[in-house]
């Protein structure tokens, strides 16, 4: 197991070390073996591509060996994939720099988004498209490896590979207005701060936690507008 310096760079864009191949194992999924970072992130990202296989469209449906994870050389100097810390799934059908995802499946990706907690960002989300992309997220790191965040997230959320269990209300609600604003919208030119602000409370929306605003009895917006009908409708 070894780390290295990648074009004069010791971590990559989202704080992981720089690795050699012998940091990674495969994790296949479909048949297509994709080589990431050993560990925790191992379990995250094979926990993603598996959901996203299951649940948003096969890895394997376009061409043969178009989902990739390390790599050791890349156009970008700091490079996730320089770290073994993101994936590429069915690249040939979506090139960088074009957004050509259906709003449907764009949907399916939101939610699974908001199910990983986080812990893993998409490069549709980037000023330049990059709809193949995706990786650990921001606060997935810590040191030369995995921070309490995604450790926490991996014990709680994953098993024997795959994604268990249901998440928060308030973590759905950002999904869903995130497929509404990538599909009716346009893209987000930088992150979804504002959405989350006006959903879940400014308190909580940097934290990455999305506990709800103090007026509403601590729901989200979706769920104190359910009770506001409730109530409403009851009367």
């Given at each position: ?5 990648a074009y ?35 379990e995250v ?191």
């Amino acid at each position: 197991m070894s780390f290295r310096t990648a074009y004069g760079y010791k971590y990559s864009e989202n704080g992981w070390r720089m690795c050699n191949r012998d940091e990674c194992v495969t994790v296949t999924v479909a048949g297509m073996g994709l080589h990431v970072r050993s560990g925790y992130a191992a379990e995250v990202l094979g926990a993603w591509v598996r959901w996203y296989h299951e649940n948003v469209e096969p890895i394997d449906l376009y061409k043969p060996l178009d989902d990739w994870g390390w790599s050791n050389t890349n156009d970008v100097a700091t490079s996730n994939h320089l770290s073994g810390t993101a994936v590429d799934v069915n690249a040939t059908q979506y090139p960088w720099g074009r957004r050509v995802m259906p709003v449907d499946r764009i949907a399916k990706v939101r939610r699974g988004l908001a199910l990983f907690e986080g812990c893993i960002f998409w490069g549709a989300d980037w000023s330049r498209a990059d709809e193949m992309h995706y990786q650990l997220g921001a606060g997935t790191a810590a040191g030369d490896g995995a921070s309490a965040k995604l450790i926490d997230f991996v014990q709680r959320r994953i098993k024997n590979g795959r994604l268990v269990d249901s998440v928060a209300p308030a973590a759905l609600d950002v999904g869903r207005v995130n497929a509404f604003t990538q599909g009716f919208m346009g893209p987000i030119g930088s992150d979804t701060k504002d959405n989350r602000e006006q959903l879940c409370g400014s308190g909580s929306r940097d934290r990455g936690e999305f506990d709800g605003w103090g007026q509403l009895g601590d729901r989200t917006f979706t769920d104190g507008l359910a009770a506001v009908l409730e109530k409403a409708v009851n009367r």
